[in-house]
């Protein structure tokens, strides 16, 4: 699985955007991109994921840029209740869905 | 759907004891991972499975530890004889495998906090 980079933390205001990127610049073509978060204490939570096309859900929106080799998930209206740690993966679909955490980024979101 | 059980939710012991941790997949799922996260090694894979068959136990640190799947839904993680150094939050997760070799996102228990005194 290819390797991602993330920013270790990042504040954002509650109400506004966040918008954590990720690095992936050795990712393979039948690579997905999948983010996770993990609030304090519990397991990881799955988000959202994408191969190529921008993705939208009730959580979060995902863009891929256009080489891949890199994305940014977006929190349109960050909550106090989004204060987690943010993890991208990259990986193929067809390995079980093994999936090697990295060290994340720490959202803190403040009133 | 109650999502991945695990239990107990918190395991104080003392060194040289036997440890044994359980998980309850989702219902239907395929596969069961077992991870490890400490706050020096984040999160790491341990040992999964596919249709209660353990496929890649690379992770599993040394003999003491141990897993089994007797059946599609109860998982066993068992340490013997515990060490402080197994301290960590255990997680259990399950997928689904899905047509034409893919698998969905994994889904993640709430953890079992190992204390080795």
């Known amino acids: 699985d290819a390797k991602t980079t993330q920013p270790p933390s990042m504040d954002c205001a509650e109400g506004r955007a966040a918008n954590l990127p990720c690095n992936h610049s050795?990712?393979?073509?039948?690579?997905?991109v999948y983010w996770y978060r993990q609030i304090h204490s519990q397991g990881p939570q799955y988000i959202i994921h994408?191969?190529?096309n921008n993705e939208t859900n009730e959580m979060a929106s995902l863009i891929i840029t256009e080489d891949r080799k890199s994305s940014t998930l977006i929190l349109p209206h960050a909550t106090l209740r989004d204060t987690a740690v943010y993890y991208c993966i990259v990986r193929v679909n067809t390995n079980a869905g093994k999936s090697t955490f990295g060290d994340g980024t720490t959202l803190t979101v403040k009133p | 759907d109650a999502g991945v059980i695990q239990s107990p939710r918190h395991e104080v012991t003392e060194m040289g004891q036997e440890v044994t941790l359980r998980c309850k997949p989702i219902s239907g799922h395929d596969y069961l991972f077992w991870y490890r996260q400490t706050m020096m090694r984040g999160l790491e894979l341990l040992i999964y499975f596919n249709n209660n068959v353990p496929i890649d136990d690379s992770g599993m640190p040394e003999d003491r530890f141990s897993a089994k799947m007797p059946n599609a839904s109860f998982s066993t993680l068992k340490i013997q004889p515990s060490e402080p150094r197994d301290s960590a939050v255990y997680f259990c997760?399950?997928?689904?495998?899905?047509?034409?070799?893919?698998?969905?996102?994994?889904?993640f228990g709430p953890g079992t906090r190992l204390t080795v005194l």
């Open positions: 994408g191969l190529k």
């Open positions: 997760a399950s997928s689904l495998a899905l047509a034409g070799g893919y698998t969905d996102t994994q889904y």
């Open positions: 050795t990712i393979s073509g039948n690579e997905y």
